[in-house]
């Protein structure tokens, strides 16, 4: 309250002094008229002076004063007519000003209960940093925000003979507690149907097959699904999972992403505000979080007191892929051509594997259909390419570069 008070008692301090000033013009101030007039009268008399000391002649003295008389009496036929026309009374005067006194009080008022907050306390910098941290520290747990995250988006029906394999799926991995390639799979598939709570559930299994394997990647996933189950807010435990992302790799998007959001649900615009600065400078174009942090950036920078905050340009498009070595082309040449496709079957397998265990980019997905339909090997072609759409469903712009891929391999429309 005492910054409504400190503004009522400023208001009403402007208030004053605009009605004395209305108050005293009106008493001090007269019309131009009757300050010709008194000017008039002082040269008549400085005419006798003039001519008591002989400066000017009779005659002379006679032709100022009838000039001047003159205009004595024009300037007294102007002040009659102006106080004919009459000037508003006292009373309504001080009327006037105890109206703009009660606008300024009154007005200013109502817009503060509109667009402030009329009786919240005052909140220094350090206050708000201690009550930030207590709600970090206080704040609900994984399991219930998904209780009270309510269902999520409905995501297109899935074909029935999906639903069948996906079933046998966690019968499989039920039974097989041990079985890294099968929970990965599961984790995938159940985001896929958007059952976000099963899926990060068989992540963190999978996680823990790696023992101490895990990569930067497998983390931020767990993050990403543990979010979305509960509706967008970061639990402790996804927290956690988001310190390990970035404890194994700085620059992990998914991680900065989610590290701000954090931040910014437990009151530090500050920190979200340089999280967020520094995942633009690390995003590629394509990136799903790319729109929604340009989007916000500049708001953000005014909440953490930034001045003249410009956006970073949009980031270039992705480079391609890098292709074989030098060193592989060297040893193709003298390869025969079954040679030559037994290698790069290897390398398809490779990259098959990597991708199946440890994830990848779109543009590793798209490289992997387009190469397995070049080898004609469109059904396994179709397989990853329905898999990719499981593992970038949540992601719209990277689904359609692989699309690109799979419609070039003869296994998509």
């Known amino acids: 309250m005492l910054f409504t008070a400190l503004a009522i008692a400023l208001a009403a301090i402007v208030a004053a002094f605009m009605l004395v000033t209305m108050l005293r013009g009106r008493r001090g101030d007269g019309p131009a008229a009757a300050y010709d007039l008194q000017v008039y009268r002082e040269q008549l008399e400085e005419v006798d002076r003039d001519l008591a000391r002989g400066i000017i002649t009779e005659d002379e003295a006679a032709r100022i004063r009838t000039e001047v008389s003159r205009r004595v009496l024009e300037a007294d036929r102007k002040l009659a007519a102006q106080k004919a026309a009459g000037q508003a009374p006292q009373g309504i005067s001080a009327a006037a000003g105890g109206l703009v006194m009660a606008a300024l009080l009154g007005g200013g008022w109502f817009i503060y209960s509109q667009i402030g907050a009329p009786g919240y306390p005052d909140l220094p910098l350090q206050e708000r940093v201690t009550a930030a941290e207590e709600a970090r520290e206080n704040r609900p747990s994984q399991a219930q925000a998904e209780a009270n995250a309510g269902p999520l988006p409905a995501l297109e029906a899935p074909e ?11 019968e499989v991995v039920a039974e097989r507690q041990n079985d890294l390639r099968g929970f990965l799979l599961l984790a995938r598939n159940e985001a896929a149907l958007g059952n976000f709570d099963a899926a990060h559930k068989a992540q963190a299994r999978a996680i823990e097959l790696k023992q101490g394997r895990a990569t930067a990647e497998d983390y931020g996933t767990l993050a990403d699904m543990m979010v979305i189950a509960a509706g967008g807010y970061v639990s402790p435990e996804a927290e956690e999972a988001l310190r390990q992302a970035l404890g194994r790799d700085p620059d992990n998007g998914i991680g900065l992403y989610y590290w701000g959001l954090m931040h910014l649900q437990t009151g530090r615009p500050d920190i979200a505000f340089n999280v967020w600065r520094k ?6 174009r394509g990136d799903p979080w790319l729109t929604p942090v340009r989007s916000r950036m500049e708001e953000l920078a005014w909440q953490a007191g930034v001045q003249n ?3 970073p340009p949009l980031p ?5 892929l890098r292709g074989p070595s030098a060193e592989d082309m060297e040893a193709a040449a003298d390869m025969t051509p079954e040679q030559r496709q037994q290698m790069i079957q290897g390398m398809v397998a490779n990259l098959s594997e990597r991708l199946a265990t440890q994830g990848g980019t779109p543009q590793e997905w798209a490289q992997l259909i387009r190469a397995l339909g070049i080898l004609g090997d469109t059904q396994q072609a179709g397989a990853i390419w329905t898999e990719a759409q499981q593992v970038f469903a949540q992601h719209p712009d990277a689904l359609e570069l692989v699309r690109g891929a799979a419609v070039d391999a003869g296994v998509a429309q």
């Open 316 to 320: 270039q498009a992705n480079a391609p």
């Open 309 to 311: 905050y410009q956006l």
């Open 160 to 170: 029935p003979d999906h639903l069948k394999l996906v079933e046998q799926l966690r």
């Open 279 to 284: 995942l633009l400078t690390v995003s590629e």
